[in-house]
């Protein structure tokens, strides 16, 4: 990520580069939601084949995860980093 603030002076490949990285840390968020199977969000509670889904399994095994939330702290560092390079 450095390396690529450092190194890359034009405006539009930094952009394409931070935003596939970007994108490939929301892909990973997507995968670990998608393959806890404890429900779709926080205030869901379903039933499906005799099993219930509940909202509290998806705060304790997924939200409180760091790794859930990472996509949106690195968007934060990658606009900041883009705003302090090309203002």
Do not use: Q
């Amino acid at each position: 990520m450095v390396m690529i603030y450092k190194y890359i002076d034009n405006k539009i490949a930094a952009g394409v580069i931070y935003g596939l990285v970007y994108i490939a840390a929301l892909a990973f968020t997507f995968a670990l939601v998608y393959g806890s199977n404890s429900g779709g969000t926080i205030a869901v509670r379903r039933f499906e084949k005799g099993k219930e889904f509940d909202g509290e399994k998806f705060y304790s095994e997924v939200w409180t995860n760091p790794v859930y939330h990472f996509s949106s702290f690195f968007y934060g560092m990658l606009t900041s980093l883009l705003y302090f390079k090309f203002r």
